[in-house]
């Protein structure tokens, strides 16, 4: 007996209602889930694609890596950052995570 089989006995007539019921339920997961989960998380993916866009020279940043610097130069998809004094270092926009400013007031939070 193979699995798709056993679904459709499973609806078999006189399960009517509770058939019904199980999709009900699996829509109903699937709603919850897309406004606790999928939604959020497009946004907030759309909140750091225009951060990214708007970062400037001279402003202070902090990539993935936990690296604290100040942007030097910007370039299409890459960015120099100085983390010390003559010590520049050039990464991808994308590993940009937030300016220092920001992760400071989150973090007093």
Avoid: C
């Amino acid at each position: 007996m193979n699995l798709m089989t056993v679904f459709f006995l499973q609806g078999a007539p006189g399960a009517g209602a509770d058939g019904s019921i199980m999709w009900i339920f699996l829509i109903a997961m699937f709603v919850i889930m897309y406004f606790f989960m999928i939604r959020p998380q497009n946004k907030k993916q759309k909140e750091i694609a225009n951060f990214r866009k708007s970062l400037q020279v001279n402003q202070k940043v902090i990539t993935a890596g936990g690296i604290h610097g100040v942007i030097k130069e910007i370039n299409d998809n890459d960015v120099i950052l100085e983390i010390a004094s003559n010590v520049k270092i050039r990464i991808d926009k994308n590993s940009i995570f937030a300016a220092a400013a920001d992760a400071n007031s989150q973090a007093a939070k």
